[in-house]
């Protein structure tokens, strides 16, 4: 199933990429994603499945738009 | 007195006096510094009533113990007085070398009074204090007016400046240091033009009084580096506070269209990585090394030094989606002296009036040239339309009619900065119960929000945190005088804080210690606001009314279908007031006040408003 991620802030820069789209196997969870895009397990994140907070053994699906943030504060 | 000079300068304009003022330990201990010491004094000295823009109004410069020693992020300043944009107590900080200055003259605080006979410059050096006429940049911009003062005293001096706005009493007009940016979008620079101050400079040569400065100097210099260190690992001066606008896109959280809506196709073009792309220059406040201004160029050429507030609310809530446009926004109202929050809200909101119906108008969304013009109207206050929008988006909603009290963008007056709660319950609450108007200094909770509760949820928790975080953000860090970006953008840890504070004034108090300051201080703001407002209730701490509308609802997205319910609202706001200890109208129960220390300031209210 076709995912959608993209990072947001300084992840840009520090993980190499804005946003890509993945080809991943059926069932995958927000946290098996963030593996796969190699994200740092130890940073402190948000991610976002099409604009809420997800949990990291929640499944994905085809067309997800998966957003991983570093956790603002607002300025 | 280690850890405070022990002096506040208070200035006369109308005179031209000064005086130096000594205060006692114990009044330093209770309200420490900045925010603290700022309420105080206008509590105790402002008769209710009084015209924010005349000359009963006051003043006020305040610093706190650590400001303008080296350690990270202590360039800053509190500017306040009574707010001429919400009529309560206002106040605002920005990054500057008075900061430093100002404690080395021997002063923990200015009070200026009166008014100036003509447009007039401060200067203060140490004992020393002239009033000098400013009429040569009277009329000018803040960047000329800034130039002017380091021609003739060099760049090590401190500099507060306004722009036209200020002088033109532009109801949001705010103070301005090129040392760092602006600060006081409650009107403080309003507040200066309405007493002729066109500028205050300051050189200090004196040693602030500390009680270990060895231990001091090493503490603040081994931290101002890793705190550089730490930014530069996690990257976060990349994009700086402009990373967030692509995730508040993500998450509907973005104001467009006068917070119409909450995210747009186009808000890449904005987003912190084309500004980082953008960027010609980096900026800081002094004492900062994490710097977080990044500097474009505008579609005039200009250097405009943009953050995510100005972005947010001068661009896509403008439907403006171009940086060099948006960055030519914000230098007109950095040269003018226009808040660029209430500024951008003050145009949405007339774009969507006209919009609606409520006005005629030549101007609309997505108009970067009317824009421009009408930003150099309201500064000048020409003309019937820049009249009306120098008076902001309350009053302006006011004169329109036609409902579009509804759309106006604000909260006791003050705009709200660039967070569109249309379905985000804490920080809606945030913005309603910050003491100054909408303003997200005081409390921020939208990642908390998401991550930390589910956004639907109106309960206690969310009420905690945005207590938690006024404790920290618009108590500690606005008294104590620092800037909060340390420890709210990379993790720099609270407890330097108190470590700083002993080294400087020997005293070794905890946490909790400051957090009792802090509700103080809070405390005795509502107490501002209720001898201001004494039929007070707690629609005043309600947010704006389109977010409850159903017909604003999104109609896609995140949040499709959903919106902020009264019901719900009014029982979140009530867990708020019932964890501080405040009565159904928002205002500190007397239990509450004597264990804060302030029932001494409750029965001076209780001439004007009841307490409970
Ligand atoms: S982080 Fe930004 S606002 Fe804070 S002191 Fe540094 S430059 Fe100023």
């Known amino acids: 199933m076709k995912i959608t991620v993209k990072l947001i802030g300084p992840f840009v820069q520090v993980f190499g990429f804005s946003e890509k789209e993945l080809d991943v196997p059926e069932g995958t969870t927000a946290e098996e994603l963030i593996s796969l895009v190699s994200i740092d397990k130890s940073r402190p994140k948000i991610v976002t499945r099409n604009g809420r907070a997800v949990v990291p053994d929640e499944a994905l699906a085809e067309g997800d738009r998966v957003v991983i943030s570093p956790i603002y504060s607002g300025g | 007195m280690n850890g405070w000079t022990g002096q506040i300068?208070?200035?006369?304009?109308?005179?031209?006096?000064?005086?130096?003022?000594?205060?006692?330990?114990?009044?330093?201990?209770?309200?420490?510094?900045?925010?603290?010491?700022?309420?105080?004094?206008?509590?105790?000295?402002?008769?209710?009533?009084?015209?924010?823009?005349?000359?009963?109004?006051?003043?006020?410069?305040?610093?706190?113990?650590?400001?303008?020693i080296p350690a990270p992020n202590t360039g800053k300043a509190v500017v306040a007085g009574k707010s001429p944009s919400t009529g309560g107590y206002g106040d605002g900080n920005l990054g500057t070398r008075v900061a430093e200055q100002l404690r080395k003259a021997g002063y923990d605080a200015l009070i200026v009074e009166g008014k100036a006979a003509g447009p007039t410059m401060l200067y203060i050096e140490d004992d020393r204090v002239e009033f000098l006429p400013a009429d040569?940049?009277?009329?000018?911009?803040?960047?000329?007016?800034?130039?002017?003062?380091?021609?003739?005293?060099?760049?090590?001096?401190?500099?507060?400046?306004?722009?036209?706005?200020?002088?033109?009493?532009?109801?949001?007009?705010?103070?301005?240091?090129?040392?760092?940016?602006?600060?006081?979008?409650?009107?403080m620079g309003a507040v200066m033009g309405s007493k002729l101050l066109k500028a205050v400079v300051v050189k200090g040569t004196k040693p602030i009084p500390q009680a270990d400065p060895d231990g001091m100097k090493k503490?603040?210099?081994?931290?101002?580096?890793?705190?550089?260190?730490?930014?530069?690992?996690?990257?976060w001066s990349i994009?700086?506070?402009?990373?967030?606008?692509?995730?508040?896109?993500?998450?509907?959280?973005?104001?467009?269209?006068?917070?119409?809506?909450?995210?747009?196709?186009?808000?890449w073009k904005v987003d912190g990585e084309r500004l980082n792309n953008a960027r010609i220059a980096t900026y800081g406040c002094p004492n900062c090394t994490m710097r977080c201004g990044i500097t474009i160029h505008d579609d005039e050429g200009r250097e405009s030094e943009l953050d995510y507030e100005n972005i947010g609310l001068l661009g896509p809530n403008l439907e403006i989606f171009d940086l060099p446009q948006v960055g030519s926004l914000n230098y007109l109202c950095d040269d003018y002296g226009i808040d660029t929050m209430s500024g951008g809200c003050t145009l949405s909101f007339y774009a969507d009036a006209i919009d609606h119906g409520a006005v005629a108008g030549d101007y609309g969304f997505n108009d970067a040239a009317g824009s421009k013009k009408l930003?150099?109207?309201?500064?000048?206050?020409?003309?019937?339309?820049?009249?009306?929008?120098?008076?902001?988006?309350m009053r302006a909603a006011r004169k329109f009619g036609h409902g579009s009290e509804a759309y106006a963008m604000q909260v006791k007056g003050l705009e709200v900065a660039a967070y569109n709660c249309k379905f985000i319950p804490g920080m809606a609450l945030a913005f309603g119960v910050s003491p100054i108007g909408a303003h997200h200094k005081e409390s921020w909770v939208i990642t908390?929000?998401?991550?930390?509760?589910?956004?639907?949820?109106?309960?206690?928790?969310?009420?905690?945190?945005?207590?938690?975080?006024?404790?920290?953000?618009?108590g500690l860090f606005e008294y104590i005088v620092s800037c909060r970006f340390p420890w709210i953008e990379i993790g720099w840890g609270l407890e330097n804080y108190p470590k700083y504070f002993k080294l400087v004034s020997g005293l070794d108090w905890t946490l909790d210690d400051f957090w009792t300051i802090s509700d103080r201080i809070y405390s005795m703001i509502k107490l501002f606001w209720l001898r201001e407002y004494p039929g007070t209730d707690r629609k005043l701490d309600?947010?704006?009314?389109?977010?409850?509308?159903?017909?604003?609802?999104?109609?896609?997205?995140?949040?499709?279908?959903?919106h902020l319910e009264y019901d719900k609202y009014d029982g979140l706001l009530q867990h708020y007031y019932d964890l501080r200890g405040y009565d159904r109208r928002g205002i500190p129960t007397k239990a509450t006040l004597e264990r804060l220390g302030v029932a001494e300031e409750g029965r001076a209210a209780e001439k004007y408003g009841k307490l409970t």
């Open chain 2, 9 to 68: 300068l208070r200035v006369n304009l109308t005179a031209k006096t000064f005086n130096k003022e000594s205060f006692t330990e114990e009044f330093a201990r209770k309200w420490i510094g900045g925010r603290g010491f700022a309420a105080k004094i206008l509590f105790d000295e402002l008769a209710p009533g009084i015209d924010p823009l005349g000359p009963d109004n006051k003043f006020i410069v305040a610093l706190g113990p650590i400001a303008g």
């Open chain 2, 136 to 187: 040569a940049v009277w009329g000018k911009g803040t960047y000329e007016t800034n130039d002017w003062i380091y021609a003739k005293y060099g760049k090590g001096v401190g500099v507060l400046n306004i722009g036209q706005a200020g002088e033109n009493l532009v109801r949001y007009a705010v103070v301005r240091s090129l040392e760092g940016r602006a600060g006081g979008r409650t009107g």
């Open chain 2, 219 to 235: 503490v603040g210099m081994d931290d101002l580096r890793e705190v550089h260190r730490i930014d530069k690992e996690a990257g």
């Open chain 2, 239 to 267: 994009q700086s506070t402009n990373g967030v606008l692509a995730w508040c896109n993500e998450v509907a959280a973005l104001p467009v269209r006068n917070f119409r809506k909450t995210h747009h196709a186009d808000a």
């Open chain 2, 375 to 393: 930003l150099g109207m309201i500064a000048r206050r020409e003309g019937e339309i820049g009249n009306i929008l120098a008076e902001g988006s």
């Open chain 2, 448 to 474: 908390f929000e998401l991550k930390s509760t589910s956004r639907e949820s109106y309960g206690p928790e969310k009420a905690q945190k945005v207590i938690d975080l006024q404790r920290i953000r618009g």
């Open chain 2, 542 to 562: 309600y947010p704006p009314a389109v977010w409850f509308d159903p017909a604003n609802a999104d109609t896609d997205g995140p949040i499709a279908g959903r």
